[in-house]
């Protein structure tokens, strides 16, 4: 079956720019996360979405990172005024609503702002 | 508190040989432990993961071995072969929310 997939895969911008990476989970998960993975900071926490909840925010390093899930499917994770520290790459995971503890990974989007 | 500490943060291992990383976690309320095998280029993949009301999980050539008391956990791989060389992390997470990651441990091994 479909696992999660992202796109971009890679995306190349000027720093002061938007972003805009899309996340399609796996097919009935109601769960989505998005992390982010670079060099100095290993894998990190942004932000969570569960069913209809209010989203956990508590990882965006700040209010020019947000994100949004439409339908309860496809979340996009936007980036505004990007800065060369927000290089890394991105990662989305999905995982199932009840006792859905298995976070399933996407191959991830690599940003570098020039 | 919501450290996940991972240690080594490199390991070369002989084909054949056992490889082991540990991790070691602070935060009592954490209730899933998983660990990623990570490849270059692409997304972490979920190898195996555990519950603390178990103290070993096997899942053929891979263990977890579980110590709630010392706040521990970590992950063995038996008869180590050169496809096993990749990065691997241990997370944890509370009631299927976001995972606390360790650090990463590239692994390789040498035919």
């Known amino acids: 079956g479909a696992g999660v997939s992202q796109s971009p895969s890679n995306k190349v911008t000027e720093k002061g720019k938007d972003v805009e990476l899309r996340c399609d989970p796996i097919?009935?998960?109601?769960?989505l996360y998005w992390y982010r993975q670079s060099l100095g900071q290993g894998l990190e926490f942004l932000i969570y979405f569960q069913g209809n909840s209010a989203p956990d925010k508590s990882g965006l390093p700040s209010d020019r990172f947000s994100a949004e899930r439409t339908g309860g499917s496809v979340s996009t994770l936007t980036i505004q005024r990007t800065q060369q520290e927000d290089s890394a790459v991105y990662l989305c995971?999905?995982?199932?609503?009840?006792?859905?503890?298995?976070?399933?990974f996407g191959p991830g989007t690599r940003l570098t702002v020039t | 508190q919501q450290q996940v500490k991972q240690s080594p943060q490199s390991l070369i291992v002989q084909k054949g040989g056992i490889s082991i990383i540990n991790c070691a976690y602070e935060n009592t309320a954490f209730d899933y432990f998983p660990w990623y095998q990570q490849f270059p280029g692409k997304g972490p993949a979920l190898l195996i993961a555990?519950?603390?009301?178990?103290s070993e999980k096997k899942e053929g050539r891979f263990t977890i071995s579980f110590n709630k008391s010392a706040k521990q956990f970590s992950l063995h791989i038996m008869d180590s072969q050169p496809g096993d060389s990749a990065t691997y992390f241990c997370?944890?997470?509370?009631?299927?929310?976001?995972?606390?990651f360790g650090q990463g441990t590239e692994l390789s091994v040498k035919p």
């Open positions: 997370a944890a997470s509370k009631e299927g929310g976001k995972l606390i």
């Open positions: 555990i519950r603390p009301d178990v």
């Open positions: 995971a999905s995982s199932r609503s009840t006792g859905g503890y298995e976070q399933y």
């Open positions: 097919s009935g998960h109601t769960a």
